[in-house]
């Protein structure tokens, strides 16, 4: 008897379900790819269990899609009366069903795109402007077309390519007069899966990564959050339309406090952790000149490899006596690794926020470059303002609602790194010359 739901077991979700269609997608050989690339890079030589991958991570990415899709549209949650008023999306059950279809499809395939060991060398092997945001469109709208046609009903590519990226990603580099135009529903439909303050996608790897690396830090209540996000008519400020948003009942703050603290605490503890920065410098150094050196050049090439085949050439030329691309795969196999020489705390960045670069320069006339590595990152603040939704029905900005909110932490990084060989040697050169190079500048 043919079965027309199927189950995967996860260990973040326990069963996640699928239909006929979503099992073609996931049979097909873009998806099935992610099962050879790890979500994490080479964290697992750090955290022995940061083994998973993107392919389990899409999974959950859709399972927690479905979940806040059911919840925005029914009805019989949707206290503003202006928004079921307003939206023909919640008073046709096609048109319903079909958007339920395109977010999971969307959920499935947003990480089509991801390179060998995911985002480690993106930057570094990509051509200018070209990211994996931009290669998911192209696999969702060009090489998997026939495919989405084919389904029952139909499902539109460039609809799922939308909810897959997002209205900012998918028009990053464009000219206003070229972008790609979202309706207020397909931007909603996107938040969902890719919103700073309710994306999916990051509940899911906070989640996951915790898990399978095992730490508390990425831990939250996502089941009050997902029930506390509902749909809300709002206006973010006075130059902006009144407009559909995705909002938060009140009583769901301290799960959206939780989320972003745990996102902070990921950071800070795990994804910046020393010898996980390292291992990313030593293995895009590596891909980068292996694929030079095999002329695999194109972005169709460098799609049709999986961590596989790195971790293989990476194999093999460590065996080998001499040469550039022996030297790097040796970093990483024999673990002979850079060293931390010196890492500047905020208060020494606090006068003056590029002092790591400017000792970094000085460094270069004493050190050979190729011995030294700067490592530097500096995102915005996890503060995110949303609609929350108050008991009187009336609408607030969440920063004014909460204090943790409004004080969520910049995350930074200044970390010079050398050979084991004379790490000492550049923290002591570091230690006697930063306060002369700074007060110079």
Not at 151 to 163: F, H, L, Q, W
Not at 200 to 216: E, K, N, P, Q
Not at 315 to 339: C, M, V, W, Y
């Amino acid at each position: 008897m043919h079965k027309f739901i199927h189950e995967f077991r996860d260990p973040i979700h326990n069963f996640i379900y699928v239909t006929d269609d979503e099992r073609k997608v996931i049979n097909s050989k873009y998806f099935q790819r992610l099962r050879y690339i790890h979500q994490l890079a080479m964290t697992y030589l750090v955290y022995p269990g940061a083994s998973h991958k993107r392919f389990e991570h899409s999974l959950g990415v859709m399972a927690l899609a479905t979940r806040v899709y059911d919840i925005i549209t029914d009805p019989k949650l949707i206290a503003d009366k202006e928004v079921i008023e307003n939206c023909s999306e919640f008073l046709d059950h096609e048109k319903t069903e079909y958007w339920r279809k395109v977010v999971r499809m969307a959920a499935l395939c947003h990480d089509l795109g991801h390179l060998p060991f995911s985002h480690a060398a993106e930057k570094e092997i990509l051509p200018n402007g070209i990211d994996h945001e931009m290669i998911t469109y192209q696999i969702i709208t060009e090489q998997m077309k026939d495919l989405w046609e084919k389904m029952t009903p139909p499902v539109r590519a460039s609809d799922i390519a939308k909810i897959a990226i997002g209205q900012k990603k998918i028009n990053r580099g464009k000219k206003p007069d070229d972008e790609i135009q979202f309706s207020d529903w397909e931007r909603i439909l996107s938040e969902i899966l890719t919103g700073d303050a309710f994306g999916v996608d990051r509940m899911d790897y906070l989640l996951r990564d915790s898990y399978h690396i095992g730490v508390a830090y990425g831990k939250f209540d996502h089941y009050r959050l997902i029930d506390s996000i509902k749909l809300c008519y709002y206006r973010p400020d006075e130059s902006s339309d009144t407009g559909l948003y995705l909002g938060l009942e009140i009583g769901g703050i301290n799960s959206a406090e939780a989320m972003m603290l745990a996102r902070y605490y990921m950071f800070n503890q795990v994804y910046l952790y020393r010898l996980r920065r390292i291992y990313d410098f030593h293995l895009k150094e590596f891909m980068k000149l292996w694929l030079e050196s095999n002329e695999t050049a194109s972005i169709e090439d460098i799609m049709e490899l999986t961590d596989n085949d790195i971790l293989s050439a990476m194999q093999k030329q460590s065996k080998e006596p001499t040469g550039k691309l022996s030297e790097l795969a040796k970093r990483i196999i024999n673990r002979d690794h850079f060293k931390q020489a010196y890492s500047f705390s905020k208060i020494e960045l606090a006068p003056d926020l590029d002092a790591g670069k400017k000792i970094f320069e000085n460094l270069k006339s004493q050190f050979s470059s190729e011995d030294i590595y700067y490592d530097h990152l500096k995102s915005k603040s996890g503060r995110t303002d949303f609609p929350v939704i108050m008991r009187n029905g009336s609408i607030e900005i969440s920063t004014y609602q909460s204090n943790v909110i409004q004080h969520i932490p910049e995350i930074t990084l200044d970390t010079i790194y050398a050979n084991k060989t004379m790490a000492d040697n550049v923290t002591k050169w570091i230690e006697n010359n930063k306060k002369s190079i700074l007060e110079e500048s």
